[in-house]
């Protein structure tokens, strides 16, 4: 099982970027899928989820509005748009795949999440 997260780079406050995470491996039709980010010192924050059917998101109360998250189960891929970037999104961003039922579907506990991508730098400058 493999997650594969690209799409970031360097960019001025207020653009956009789109982050995709290739799920290969297997199909993850059953399964939620979330985007979590961690700053440099800082620890490692939800940011979005989808849940199983692609229907239901749920995001972090400061990227809500301007990141949208869906999903594209025939291609296994989870695409992360995010508009208007703020200098505090810095980070590097990872996709990971909920594995575990103890938790809601779309939670933001990291241990819900049992497959991790690599990362993908965001850098937004001021």
């Known amino acids: 099982v493999q997650l594969q997260a690209s799409g970031g780079g360097l960019v001025q406050a207020g653009d956009s970027l789109r982050l995709s995470c290739a799920i290969s491996?297997?199909?993850?039709?059953?399964?939620?899928v979330g985007w979590f980010r961690q700053a440099a010192g800082k620890e490692r924050e939800f940011v979005a989820a989808?849940?199983?059917?692609?229907?239901?998101?749920r995001y972090r109360d400061s990227v809500r509005g301007r990141f949208t998250i869906s999903r594209d189960s025939a291609k296994n891929t989870v695409t992360l748009q995010m508009t208007t970037l703020r200098p505090e999104d810095t980070a590097v961003y990872y996709c990971?795949?909920?594995?575990?039922?103890?938790?809601?579907?779309?939670?933001?506990?990291?241990?819900?999440?049992?497959?991790w991508g690599q990362g993908t730098l965001v850098t937004v400058s001021s």
């Open positions: 990971a795949v909920q594995t575990t039922d103890r938790y809601a579907q779309m939670t933001g506990v990291r241990e819900a999440y049992g497959y």
């Open positions: 491996g297997r199909s993850f039709t059953g399964y939620g």
């Open positions: 989808i849940s199983r059917n692609g229907f239901g998101t």
